[in-house]
């Protein structure tokens, strides 16, 4: 079992940037693969970017529209992963949510993810 707790998000101007965290607790967190998933109002709930162990490699994903934008990291040391977002606009406004993936395939579909957050809110005026 994996529980997840966001945090960070908040409202922002256009062109601002937030960090957002998940801390997860469970003692196999460093075995899952973790992903940042949103959802805006009115609108289903959207990939953002997702993140796995390969041996001793650690592969990123992310979503055509955040790439170059937004950097997926994670500390296993302290059971936390985080979203960087920079250049932020109107269109990522949504309530960002973590997820957990015991597979740790780093899959892009919400299915994949057993364990979820409560969200936190991302509001970006412009």
């Known amino acids: 079992q994996v529980q997840l707790v966001e945090s960070g998000g908040e409202l922002v101007q256009t062109g601002g940037s937030l960090r957002l965290s998940c801390a997860a607790s469970g003692r196999t967190f460093s075995s899952y693969a973790m992903g940042w998933f949103r959802q805006a109002p009115g609108k289903e709930r959207e990939f953002v970017a997702a993140?796995?162990?390969?041996?001793?490699?650690?592969?990123?994903y992310y979503t055509d529209s955040v790439k170059g934008r937004f950097t997926i990291s994670r500390d296993n040391a302290k059971n936390t992963m985080y979203l960087q977002m920079n250049s932020l606009g109107p269109e990522d406004t949504a309530v960002y949510y973590c997820?957990?993936?015991?597979?740790?395939?780093?899959?892009?579909?919400?299915?994949?993810?057993?364990?979820w957050g409560q969200g936190t809110q991302v509001t970006v005026s412009s």
């Open positions: 997820a957990a993936d015991p597979v740790a395939a780093g899959s892009t579909l919400v299915y994949d993810y057993d364990y």
């Open positions: 993140i796995r162990w390969s041996g001793t490699t650690t592969m990123t």
